[in-house]
């Protein structure tokens, strides 16, 4: 009798802990993810150009349905001076985004700079930071970095970006 009432307790036991690791998969399976909508918002923008050759301030805003708009401030290293003379160029981008449920992103977009440069440029984006509002996951900081070297500061140039949210 003892032998059975411990097979019992045994089973039982494997039976409560399979359906506790198999209800533990599916709360992990409920998590929210990331889609547009996460990226919703005013960003403010610090960009650095390869090491610190050149630094831009930027703001960018994106609309939660796929499309992004920004304005930037470049201070970079005049080209051909001698004596570490900077120049400033401004400009603008405008594209789309697509947000992957893990939080990686692609942006696309046309950058239109003061010195007459005007591109297509593609960015890798992380979404570093968030906060659940209503189930949905709004970002609040991002890392990227753009694909190809930059189109405006010379020399190969690698570009990457810290966004961090404003408030609405």
Same mark, same amino acid.
């Given at each position: ?27 992990? %399976? %409920? ?5 547009? $909508? ?5 960003? $403010? ?5 390869? %090491? ?29 001076? $001698? ?9 603008t981008n405008v594209g789309s985004y697509t947000v992957n449920c ?38 609040? $900081?991002?890392? %990227? ?24």
């Open positions: 009798m003892f032998k059975k009432n411990a097979l019992i307790a045994m089973t039982a036991l494997i039976c409560v802990a399979f359906i506790t690791m198999s209800t533990a998969k599916a709360d992990d %399976d %409920d998590s929210p993810c990331y889609t547009v $909508a996460s990226l919703k918002g005013t960003f $403010a923008v610090v960009v650095t150009y390869g %090491d610190n050759v050149a630094l831009a301030l930027a703001v960018r805003k994106f609309d939660g349905n796929g499309n992004l708009t920004g304005t930037f401030t470049l201070n970079e290293p005049t080209p051909g001076s $001698a004596t570490g003379a900077r120049t400033i160029v401004t400009g893990d939080g990686t992103a692609v942006v696309t977009r046309v950058l239109t700079a003061s010195n007459g440069v005007m591109t297509t440029q593609t960015d890798d984006l992380l979404i570093t930071k968030a906060v659940s509002r209503d189930h949905h996951l709004i970002a609040t $900081a991002l890392e %990227d970095m753009v694909r190809t070297p930059s189109a405006i500061v010379p020399g190969g140039v690698f570009v990457f970006r810290s966004y961090t949210r404003r408030p609405d």
